[in-house]
């Protein structure tokens, strides 16, 4: 399958390489749409010292489920194949203090797709069943992974504690700055 690596800063290229294969409780998804974050940019620039290379980027996807596991342990939400979904691109361990309390955003072991670990822009992308979320009928694969940064834009305006007839301001034109305004 082709994927698209970042070899070290200012490398990229379209690679061959060995279709993944799911280990338990992943699914195995038909990647549709990447989206390209600016911190994908930074990766490319060498400016996001978090990324280690080489590495497969993209965090924003959507896609097609080809397989998936059974069991409602390890497919919670029910998921089968052939549905629609976008990918939850922070993979967290569930179990420390940070996850106990729903901030999963600061584990202690957060892996994100596309900087510690590959990501998904690929033809084809494994992932946990359990973080996948279904995207409904009729929404494009193009639309579907502008719902990370939507969660990022929202996650945002809910911190600052906004109410109707309130004033913000927003620095930053970039997608997320878009998505908030």
């Known amino acids: ?12 290229a379209c690679v061959d390489q060995e279709m993944p294969t799911p280990k338990e409780g992943e699914a195995l998804i038909k ?9 994908d940019i930074g990766a490319f620039r060498g400016t996001n010292g978090l990324v280690s290379y080489p590495r497969v980027i993209g965090h924003e996807l959507s896609g097609e489920i080809v397989s998936i596991p059974d069991d409602p ?7 089968k194949v052939g549905d629609r979904v ?12 940070a996850c106990s309390i729903g901030r999963t955003n600061c584990c202690t072991s957060l892996k ?18 359990d973080m996948l979320i279904p995207i409904p009928e009729g929404m494009s694969w193009e639309l579907a992974p502008l719902s990370e940064p939507l969660t990022i834009a929202l996650h945002a305006l809910h911190r ?19 998505l908030a305004a």
């Open 73 to 79: 342990a390890q497919n919670p939400k029910g998921l």
């Open 31 to 39: 990647i549709h749409c990447a989206a390209i974050c600016g911190s």
């Open 112 to 129: 994100v797709l596309g900087v510690h670990v590959d990501g998904g822009m690929a033809e084809d992308f494994v992932h946990p069943a």
């Open 160 to 178: 600052g504690q906004l109410k109707p007839g309130m004033h913000m301001a927003i620095n930053g034109a970039g997608a997320i700055g878009l």
């Open 1 to 12: 399958m082709k994927a698209i690596k970042f070899a070290e800063p200012w490398k990229v």
């Open 86 to 97: 976008a990918v939850d691109p922070y993979i967290y361990c569930g179990h420390c203090y």
